[in-house]
């Protein structure tokens, strides 16, 4: 339920006591204005706590509707989840 996505995920962040995440969305057939507003969300959430918040496995059009969304790259977008937690990113296209 993308509704309860932010409130979840950020109670396991308060109850470990950590606010580095890496969210792989790879299974994520469509990214509803909904999913995108839970994902803003909880990146100020994180961000508030001097956390990091990292996505990867979009493509298509769920990653160009990511970036249109946040146009000033405020949540970084990997390849994998390699890439993500190692913090690595290739150059992106301007």
Partial sequence: NEAE???QLWSL???HLTYRLVL???DVPVLSEGLLAQLAEL???IYDRNGQLRLC???GENEQHLR???????LPLFR???EAVMGFRPAQPR
């Fill in 5 to 7: 996505l932010c409130r």
């Fill in 13 to 15: 962040l308060e109850t």
């Fill in 24 to 26: 792989e969305l790879e």
């Fill in 43 to 45: 990146r100020k959430r």
């Fill in 57 to 59: 496995g979009l493509a």
């Fill in 68 to 74: 249109d969304c946040f146009h000033d790259r405020s």
């Fill in 80 to 82: 994998n989840r390699n």
